[in-house]
């Protein structure tokens, strides 16, 4: 089982998230939440799960994305050191081109 880490820029993104839904309701951000942290355990077992985003290589190489409706999970997979890392978590109606590109 690879091992999951949440980059910097990843755990801002959550903290950004959170706040805007909790605005809307506590218990609707407290779901979401959950609900994104569940599928990014998913990847400590099946780590290729997302899909390739050879667009983005630019950034990186190796970025994968795993959806969470409507957001989008960026993360690369180590498989030398088996480490998970969640890149971002942005909103997929972003423009992620200029997101990567800041």
Not at 53 to 59: A, D, K, L, N, Q
């Given at each position: 089982m690879a091992t999951l880490r949440f980059?910097?820029?990843?755990?801002?993104?959550?903290?950004?998230?959170?706040?805007?839904?909790?605005?809307?309701?506590?218990?609707?951000?407290?779901?979401?939440?959950?609900?994104?942290?569940?599928?990014?355990?998913?990847?400590t077992t099946h780590p290729l799960a997302g899909r390739a985003?050879?667009?983005?290589?630019?950034?990186d190489q190796g970025l994968r994305s795993l959806p969470v409706r409507p957001i989008i999970v960026f993360y690369r997979y180590d498989e030398?050191?088996?480490?998970?890392d969640i890149v971002r978590v942005v909103?997929?109606?972003?423009?992620?081109?200029?997101?990567?590109a800041d």
């Open positions: 980059t910097a820029p990843a755990r801002e993104d959550l903290r950004a998230l959170y706040a805007f839904i909790a605005a809307d309701g506590p218990d609707r951000a407290r779901t979401f939440a959950e609900k994104i942290y569940a599928r990014c355990m998913l990847l985003r050879p667009e983005f290589s630019f950034v030398l050191l088996d480490v998970v909103d997929g109606r972003r423009d992620l081109h200029t997101l990567f």
